[in-house]
């Protein structure tokens, strides 16, 4: 007999479960106050004002006299209910998302597959077609989206593991997909660990990640067939993130080659995002995979053919500096700081010689340069003053890998 069928049959003695609401979620359990486990995934849920989210804190091979006893609790309603499994592994079986949804009488959200957590949400993925599915009293159960909260731009294109002409493989994570080599399983599952455990789901804008360390790179045609497939409002919302190697022409940079090859604007994170979704945090990544140093610039906005790139986002390089326009910052009447993508650039307020120089140089993720403007030979000595006195306010961190060099119209030589 299926389980749907036993499920259907009436129960004959419940274990008395009791619900217990922690923040907005409700958590179902037995009369022994539930398991710290389901208690603290609750605790870490978003809110989701579209559904009444329930935790089900019942074991995930459970008889069909505690799913009795669990629906039974469930206090009367007419609006959806999430239900989410709250005990590892987060899964259910196939039939209890549409029995319960008979049973009370209401639309009810669960995950058909494996629930992953990822930061505050689930992203249900463990095959073709697994995700957070819609169970409708006497109606055919739908595919609704993998991700919890589900982002702006949640899209069938992020939903499944698919080939991508020129053999690159298209996998979803919950922060978007992951564009990489094509090759057996096993090479990823430390990446694939990684970028799923980490790397926040953006609410607006997608995360494509490129290539995987330690396989060969992806080829600039693989990045743009997979490009081609994206429906154009997904693509206006789209970060890079390069995780690996890209096949780059010449010594153009990674973000610059991607948006000749692409002929369209990208914008590109200097590492790899980590942390909460709404503030998230970017470490660099040295060739390894390893994390760096926490670059001042986050992301950074790519034209075709346009050889300067403009930071787009960043971190405030000393707390309570006033800003004077986008990532410059006003250190004293004479010098202000400016984010650049390979570090700070301490120059006059006026601006600077090697411009393009100073505002082009790539990250290196094991060093942040701070850069002072030493054209001017009466006035280097104080820009330099300035640039030590900017490196003794860095957090540790990065003052510990933090090299001071002068900008005197060419890259100049560099000084510890």
């Known amino acids: 007999m299926s389980l749907l069928a036993k499920l259907r049959k009436p129960a004959r003695t419940g274990a008395g479960h009791d619900v217990t609401r922690v923040g907005e979620v409700l958590v179902v359990h037995a009369g022994d106050g539930g398991t710290a486990e389901a208690r603290s995934l609750a605790a870490s849920l978003p809110a989701d004002p579209e559904h009444q989210v329930v935790v089900a804190d019942l074991p995930p091979e459970s008889p069909v006299e505690l799913w009795e006893s669990f629906a039974a609790a469930l206090p009367d309603g007419q609006g959806p209910v999430r239900l989410v499994p709250g005990r590892r592994p987060l899964c259910f079986g196939s039939h209890v998302g549409p029995w319960l949804a008979e049973r009370i009488a209401r639309p009810v959200l669960a995950p058909y597959g494996l629930a992953i957590e990822n930061g505050a949400g689930l992203f249900v993925h463990s095959g073709p077609r697994t995700g957070w599915g819609w169970f409708r009293p006497g109606r055919t159960p739908e595919w609704a989206a993998k991700r919890f909260p589900c982002p702006a731009w949640e899209a069938p294109e992020f939903a499944e593991t698919r080939a991508v002409r020129g053999g690159a493989v298209a996998e979803p994570l919950p922060a978007g997909v992951w564009l990489r080599p094509g090759g057996a399983d096993a090479v990823f599952e430390r990446g694939r660990v990684r970028l799923i455990r980490t790397v926040p789901c953006l609410p607006d804008a997608p995360t494509i990640v490129l290539g995987s360390p330690d396989v060969p790179g992806l080829d600039l045609a693989e990045v743009k067939e997979f490009w081609r497939t994206l429906p154009g409002e997904v693509r ?131 060093r942040n340069l701070v850069r002072y403007e030493a054209s001017d030979p009466v006035r280097a000595g104080r820009m330099r003053s300035v640039a030590e006195s900017v490196i003794g306010r860095l957090d540790y961190p990065t003052r510990l890998v933090t090299g001071l060099v002068p900008v005197a119209g060419s890259a100049g030589h560099e000084h510890r």
């Open 236 to 366: 206006a919302r789209a970060r890079f993130v390069a995780f690996g190697g890209l096949a780059l022409p010449g010594d153009v940079s990674f973000g610059q080659a991607l948006a000749d090859a692409l002929d369209a604007p990208v914008l590109c994170c200097t590492g790899i995002p980590v942390g909460s979704p709404r503030t998230p945090d970017v470490f660099a990544l040295r060739q390894d995979g390893s994390h760096g140093w926490r670059p001042f610039a986050r992301e950074v906005a790519y034209l075709p053919g346009d050889a300067q790139p403009r930071v787009c986002a960043h971190r405030a390089p000393i707390a309570g500096l006033p800003e004077v326009a986008t990532g410059v910052y006003r250190y004293a009447p004479d010098a202000v700081v400016e984010v650049v993508e390979a570090g700070l650039w301490i120059r006059p307020p006026g601006g600077g010689a090697d411009v393009v120089t100073t505002r082009t140089a790539p990250l290196d993720p094991a």
